[in-house]
């Protein structure tokens, strides 16, 4: 509880098909991948909601990893359900069904405890969600906060309203592009932290993420990997693993800090692009994270 | 005469046409950005052919950097022009005209202290040409190769004919991917180097480049630039500068000089595409390269 991040976001079942094969209705969603990340570094708390369909197989994965499920709120009716296609580069996904099922009528509701959180990751959901649980907490320390092209479009005026109250904002470069306007991701962050935002993060999917803040301007290269399976939740990954690691810290706002966590959640994606699921994130063996970020920094290392 | 390397290719006018306006006729060919960035760590001498439209001026930048013209044969016509027009993103041109004109014959022949050349960098030709361009050298300790789209899909077999006799073979991520039908470039970089290549670099345009060798696997970003002003020459000069650098070492089959070239290629792209031509490329300050080395090697570090 001493490094307490609430993570916000969906819970969900995911039917994946790709080169490698087919997951039927497996563990997913953005709370999912980004909690169960974080709990390498910090203490994650989920709230989302499930279906009456989730059953106790399907939460093993976060108790395994210790994530606390006590804002896991359980609904009559059944789990959002995502199922999509990739390309055979795994590249893009063609999504075949979205079931937004319970998830539909979502509502965050914080309770006392929870509004004490210290850090806060609101994963991809509706920017009026994000907006109500950010009313909801009381003084956090690090407000982390995701989004997607979809409320980029339908909720710009909110998303905006979040940023004002944002610490940290991840985003794709496309998603960068779409809500600024502007090509070049340098100018774009600039845009971003002018809206708010006190520091930007635009993940770069295959070639790494780029920082834009005050405290400096940075691009890093991913975790390269040779055997990629399935790149589902590698964004959500990225985000939760540096958010938990920030949260850990007593001063998380400095340049090598931020750097640091950009770094971690390199290496957290790459362990989530080697399974479908959370197979493999929720897995990960003693060392083996330190020996990525080992072999990611003398990578780097002149 | 030193660290003498030898660039083949083409030495071209461009009109190009972007966002920030258009430049009519102005120096550019491969052989022309390659050169010029390889003379700030090395003795480049170019084998080219122009036209008799070839002016003084146009020579110029080369005569300023030191370039040794020697090898730059004048032809009854008109020299190479290209023509193009980017989108407003400067990232993709639409090629307007190619006229070849004098180097639609053009056959490179080594003086007899060309052929003693102990650097060569073949820039993006005819790999026949690249061929005749071996044949002739008599034992250099460096063949660095570029190539590029057209001559995968026209002439592979000389290609991988090239490849055999290259210690550092340069191309973009789509041409990897072209070569080799791999979409991953790690697989797709090992396939290349079991074509024959010693080293191979995958630039990555925006995103820097990728190292893929017996000595290790690497990825780079790039010097990163918020304003941009044409991105022609870019590969050229990240091809020309790494080579020129290796060049100038005693010994440059190491990881960490690779590394440091790669480096080094970045750095010198984000001057190449800060105007239009080698403006900026052949202007470079004293101190200015240093100064952007700094701020890379500081970017990357923890």
């Given amino acids: 509880m001493k490094n307490q991040v609430l993570v916000v976001g ?16 497996v563990l997913g969603g953005a709370a999912s991948y980004s909690s169960i990340s974080a709990s390498y570094f910090a203490d994650p708390a989920v709230v989302a909601v499930v279906g009456t369909d989730f059953a106790a197989k399907d939460s093993a994965p976060f108790k395994k990893r210790g994530v606390n499920l006590d804002g896991l709120q359980v609904k009559e009716g059944k789990t959002f359900h995502w ?32 509004k004490e ?29 995701d989004t997607m092209n979809y409320w980029i479009t339908s909720k710009r005026d909110a998303i905006i309203k979040v940023l004002k109250q944002t610490d940290l904002f991840f985003l794709n470069e496309a998603e960068a ?41 940075v691009q890093f290269p991913p975790y390269i990997l040779e055997h990629v399976y399935d790149t589902t939740g590698a964004g959500d990954t990225f985000g939760g693993g540096a958010t938990g690691y ?5 001063k ?7 750097k640091r966590a950009m ?13 479908f699921s959370v197979k493999r994130l929720a897995n990960i063996k003693e060392g083996e994270i330190e020996k990525r970020l080992q072999d990611y920094t003398s990578m780097l290392r002149f």
């Fill in 177 to 217: 592009r779409q809500l600024t306007g502007e090509y070049n991701l340098i100018t774009a962050g600039k845009k971003i932290l002018k809206l708010g935002a006190e520091h930007v993060i635009i993940k770069l999917g295959p070639n790494g993420s780029m920082l834009v803040s005050k405290l400096g301007i």
């Fill in 263 to 275: 770094m971690i959640g390199n290496v957290m994606a790459s362990f989530a692009i080697e399974s």
């Fill in 117 to 145: 959180a210290k850090a806060v990751f609101l994963a991809n959901i509706d920017p009026e969600l994000q907006l109500s649980v950010l009313k909801q907490v009381k003084n956090p320390k690090l407000v982390a906060c």
């Fill in 10 to 25: 969906s819970v969900a079942f995911d039917t994946v098909e790709n080169a490698h094969g087919r997951a039927e209705r």
């Fill in 83 to 114: 199922g999509g296609s990739y390309d055979k580069d795994l590249k893009n996904a063609v999504t075949k069904f979205t079931d937004l099922n319970v998830f539909q009528d979502f509502n965050p509701t914080l309770t006392p405890e929870q």
């Fill in 246 to 250: 920030l949260a850990s810290l007593r």
């Fill in 252 to 258: 998380w706002d400095t340049l090598s800090a931020i």
